[in-house]
């Protein structure tokens, strides 16, 4: 089933069954941008997994969409820059209808493109922030979340555990994080936060090359002991951090992380990782017909990658909700057109009006799975409400209520930040049709 094509180097075209339609206008074309190897494996193979199966698993159960069969094609970038921007070179040429990087690194050098190419990016919950802003952005999609909902959620978690966010005054929160685009995101709110609320903030940076090698940081950590730890990890960065945490015996509970950490980076920690969390959004386990019928058409008839334990763990659940968003701006934009075959232009129609209520969630098979999805025009993102899951040593397992992230600066931010990003970018594209009559 996995194809290697020499024009992608290790890109991977992978078709569900031989009766997939090999032209273009026959079939709907979604390329993966990937990572099975190198040091961001740990954390990519879960995603593709996720991403690639559900896919599959419309084409094998369905047809595809709307009696219309996936081209599904993956282009492994190793979470390299130089690479990605290579796969969207070797890709943007068979008219993808929508093109997901799976790192902010990519995606950044891509916002100035998608209007050029008239491709969407697809950036679920990571990439630039202020792209949420549809209005200035319109080719770039980032639901259901920015890395700014993530930091403001936490920080607003850990004011809840405090008391109060006016109980912040005098405390120290510890900022561990990858050293590149990702990790350097949500800085800038950190910091407005920190002057506001009267906390310290110790930042703790990590370069790529030394995720494995973290010595020097946690010793920070047990230096300056700061009252709560976030983490922004990926890949190799995530287990090490847990270990070294448990090394220095730094109190679990009080080391939180945004939504990249697996269950494996927890678990090879051994029992002194009980406690530790990360934030979510959606469901996590088997318990979905969705996932039944992956089961079905995909695992148990060889056609899936993923071995059945994983099915459902935290990153492949990641993955299915990205394809989920694929999969419904593809539907959303056949019904706004009428074509079967839709195009990338279709597709970001399709994206700014796409409305997932907990109806249509039922009829997908992900009953329960998430919040419902509604995007607009001037709102790429939503900005969904958040929850903490904690380690239990076995599992994650949900321990907060919902955080809305809204109330501490999130839209004004995304607001002046889009505002800046547009006037910095001399002949920035405007949008070709106003916001009352695109969605």
Same mark, same amino acid.
């Given at each position: 089933?996995?194809?290697? =094509?020499?024009?992608?180097?290790?890109?991977?075209?992978?078709?569900?069954?031989?009766?997939?339609?090999?032209?273009?206008?026959?079939?709907?074309?979604?390329?993966?941008?990937?990572?099975?190897?190198?040091?961001?494996?740990?954390?990519?193979?879960?995603?593709?997994?996720?991403?690639?199966?559900?896919?599959?698993?419309?084409?094998?159960?369905?047809?595809?969409?709307?009696?219309?069969?996936?081209?599904?094609?993956?282009?492994?970038?190793?979470?390299?820059?130089?690479?990605?921007?290579?796969?969207?070179?070797?890709?943007?040429?068979?008219?993808?209808?929508?093109?997901?990087?799976?790192?902010?690194?990519?995606?950044?050098?891509?916002?100035?493109?998608?209007?050029?190419?008239?491709?969407?990016?697809?950036?679920?919950?990571?990439?630039?922030?202020?792209?949420?802003?549809?209005?200035?952005?319109?080719?770039?999609?980032?639901?259901?979340?920015?890395?700014?909902?993530?930091?403001a959620s936490i920080v607003?978690?850990?004011?809840?555990?405090?008391?109060?966010?006016?109980?912040?005054?005098?405390?120290?929160?510890?900022?561990?994080?990858?050293?590149?685009?990702?990790?350097?995101?949500?800085?800038?709110?950190?910091?407005?936060?920190?002057?506001?609320?009267?906390?310290?903030?110790?930042?703790?940076?990590?370069?790529?090359?030394?995720?494995?090698?973290?010595?020097?940081?946690?010793?920070?950590?047990?230096?300056?002991?700061?009252?709560?730890?976030?983490?922004?990890?990926?890949?190799?960065?995530?287990?090490?951090?847990?270990?070294?945490?448990?090394?220095?015996?730094?109190?679990?509970?009080?080391?939180?992380?945004?939504?990249?950490?697996?269950?494996?980076?927890?678990?090879?920690?051994?029992?002194?990782?009980?406690?530790?969390?990360?934030?979510?959004?959606?469901?996590?386990g088997t318990g979905y017909?969705?996932?039944?019928?992956?089961?079905?058409?995909?695992?148990?008839?060889?056609?899936?990658?993923?071995?059945?334990?994983? =099915?459902?763990?935290?990153?492949?659940?990641?993955?299915?909700?990205?394809?989920? =968003?694929?999969?419904?701006?593809?539907?959303?934009?056949?019904?706004?057109?009428?074509?079967?075959?839709?195009?990338?232009?279709?597709?970001?129609? $399709?994206?700014?009006?796409?409305?997932?209520?907990?109806?249509?969630?039922?009829?997908?098979?992900?009953?329960?799975?998430?919040?419902?999805?509604?995007?607009?025009?001037?709102?790429?993102? $939503?900005?969904?409400?958040?929850?903490?899951?904690?380690?239990?040593?076995?599992?994650?397992?949900?321990?907060?209520?919902?955080?809305?992230?809204?109330?501490?600066?999130?839209?004004?931010?995304?607001?002046?930040?889009?505002?800046?990003?547009?006037?910095?970018?001399?002949?920035?594209?405007?949008?070709?049709?106003?916001?009352?009559?695109?969605?």
């Open positions: 089933m996995l194809k290697r =094509l020499l024009a992608c180097g290790v890109a991977a075209a992978i078709l569900a069954g031989a009766s997939l339609p090999a032209a273009a206008q026959d079939s709907i074309y979604v390329p993966l941008f990937t990572y099975r190897t190198g040091a961001f494996s740990g954390s990519g193979i879960f995603i593709a997994n996720g991403m690639r199966d559900y896919l599959l698993m419309l084409n094998e159960r369905d047809g595809g969409i709307g009696g219309v069969k996936l081209a599904v094609e993956e282009c492994e970038t190793g979470y390299d820059t130089k690479k990605g921007l290579e796969c969207y070179e070797a890709v943007k040429g068979k008219n993808p209808v929508m093109v997901n990087p799976w790192s902010t690194g990519t995606t950044l050098p891509l916002i100035p493109r998608a209007a050029v190419d008239k491709i969407p990016i697809l950036s679920m919950a990571y990439g630039l922030s202020a792209s949420g802003d549809g209005a200035r952005f319109p080719w770039i999609f980032n639901p259901p979340n920015t890395y700014w909902d993530g930091a607003k978690y850990i004011g809840e555990q405090e008391g109060g966010l006016d109980k912040l005054k005098g405390k120290k929160i510890g900022y561990i994080y990858l050293d590149a685009g990702f990790g350097k995101e949500p800085i800038p709110l950190l910091e407005q936060l920190a002057k506001d609320y009267g906390f310290e903030l110790k930042m703790y940076p990590v370069p790529a090359t030394d995720m494995q090698n973290q010595s020097s940081q946690w010793l920070g950590v047990r230096r300056d002991r700061p009252d709560y730890m976030v983490m922004y990890g990926w890949g190799a960065l995530n287990p090490t951090a847990v270990k070294e945490a448990v090394k220095i015996n730094y109190p679990m509970k009080k080391f939180i992380s945004v939504w990249w950490p697996s269950e494996d980076d927890a678990r090879g920690a051994g029992d002194g990782a009980k406690g530790f969390k990360t934030l979510n959004w959606h469901g996590v017909r969705a996932l039944a019928d992956i089961d079905k058409f995909l695992i148990g008839t060889g056609k899936s990658q993923t071995p059945k334990e994983q =099915l459902g763990q935290v990153l492949y659940m990641h993955g299915i909700y990205n394809s989920m =968003l694929i999969a419904e701006g593809i539907a959303t934009a056949q019904k706004v057109t009428g074509k079967k075959a839709v195009t990338g232009e279709d597709v970001r129609r $399709g994206l700014e009006g796409l409305d997932i209520s907990a109806a249509r969630m039922k009829e997908l098979g992900l009953e329960g799975f998430a919040e419902p999805l509604k995007l607009s025009c001037t709102d790429h993102n $939503g900005h969904k409400a958040l929850f903490l899951q904690e380690w239990d040593g076995t599992r994650y397992v949900k321990t907060s209520d919902a955080i809305n992230p809204a109330p501490i600066k999130v839209e004004q931010l995304q607001e002046d930040a889009a505002k800046d990003y547009v006037e910095k970018n001399t002949g920035w594209p405007k949008r070709t049709e106003s916001c009352d009559k695109s969605s």
